[in-house]
């Protein structure tokens, strides 16, 4: 009996085996995200730069007014974002085509692009930054925000160390 699998199973086919599995974990090895274990949020002040695009006065005038803002990504969650330390109104621009069949870009009537810098505690890893809640942020990726008198969203445009 064992001659006849050892018939069947020779050395060729272990090594065959063998490279099929060092294949399948160095590809689970070169796609599986490198995540730092964050045990906890860190207290160091960071500034991080929102903006919010196409929005009305009556929000421009509630980023400018508020001043703690929450993490609005679960809102059955809120969690605290940080405070405001300034906002900057910027007349709203898009493109527009013309009747020529030219295409300019123009401030569009009463609506605003709103940069908010908002102080954040967290922490600063290797592959992003961290709140003190564990939320990990990253320039150019959205953000939901809410405060006491709006709730909206914008891209994240910079974090940087604090220097206050």
């Known amino acids: 009996m064992k001659n006849s699998i050892l018939k069947r199973f020779n050395l060729l086919d272990a090594a065959v085996i063998i490279i099929l599995i060092a294949a399948i974990v160095a590809v689970a090895?070169?796609?599986?995200?490198?995540?730092?274990?964050?045990?906890?949020?860190?207290?160091?002040?960071?500034v991080v730069t929102l903006e919010t695009r196409n929005i009305r006065q009556v929000s421009v005038d509630a980023l400018s007014k508020d001043q703690m803002f929450y993490?609005?990504?679960?809102?059955?969650?809120?969690?605290?974002?940080?405070?405001?330390?300034?906002?900057?109104v910027i007349p709203y621009t898009d493109y527009i085509y013309k009747t020529d069949g030219t295409v300019v870009r123009e401030e569009v009537p009463d609506k605003y692009t709103v940069?908010?810098?908002?102080?954040?505690?967290?922490?600063?890893?290797?592959?992003?930054?961290?709140?003190?809640?564990r939320t990990a942020l990253t320039p150019m990726n959205s953000l939901a925000i809410t405060s006491k008198y709006v709730t909206t969203s914008g891209q994240i445009l910079s974090i940087e160390k604090w220097e206050g």
Do not use: C, H
């Open 115 to 133: 940069r908010t810098k908002i102080k954040v505690s967290g922490k600063m890893l290797s592959d992003g930054f961290y709140t003190k809640d």
């Open 29 to 46: 090895y070169r796609f599986t995200p490198k995540i730092q274990q964050v045990t906890d949020g860190g207290d160091e002040e960071y």
């Open 71 to 88: 993490d609005n990504t679960d809102p059955n969650n809120l969690k605290p974002l940080g405070e405001r330390i300034e906002t900057e």
